[in-house]
């Protein structure tokens, strides 16, 4: 938990918000801006403020929050869809808590 971070604060409950899915490890909350029809945000519990800060003990929690991005895309009907993790200034993140956008529900989606 970081006292300043939004994430952490939605994922203890602090600020409130409707998770598409939650268990112990993760939240998954639709993006307060979607930039496709569907558009969610694959968060995890912990506060890890990029994949730069992540070390082997978070490898099981990566392929988590991997694994939940098909499941979570065929509960929306979704039969394809496209992941990003921005990481870092340079990388365009914007929220420093590690998150993993989903992105579906159309074929505008720029080709890179
Ligand atoms: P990134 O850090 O990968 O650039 O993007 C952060 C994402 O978090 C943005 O797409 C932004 O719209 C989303 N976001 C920022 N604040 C909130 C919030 O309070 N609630 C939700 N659901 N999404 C947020
Ligand atoms: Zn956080």
């Given at each position: 938990m970081s006292a300043d971070c939004i994430f952490c604060k939605i994922a203890i409950g602090d600020i409130p918000s409707k998770k598409i899915y939650e268990d112990e490890d993760i939240i998954v909350i639709n993006d307060i801006?979607?930039?496709?029809?569907v558009h969610f945000l694959i968060v995890?519990?912990?506060?890890?403020?990029s994949l730069l800060s992540c070390?082997?003990?978070?490898q099981t929690l990566l392929g988590k929050m991997l694994r939940l991005a098909p499941q979570l895309a065929k509960e929306q009907g979704l039969p394809g869809f496209r992941t990003m993790i921005n990481t870092g200034h340079e990388g365009?993140?914007?929220?420093?808590h590690l998150h993993m956008h989903v992105f579906g529900g159309g074929n505008k989606l720029p080709k890179t």
């Open positions: 801006h979607p930039i496709a029809p995890p519990k912990l506060h890890i403020e070390e082997e003990q978070h365009g993140q914007e929220v420093f």
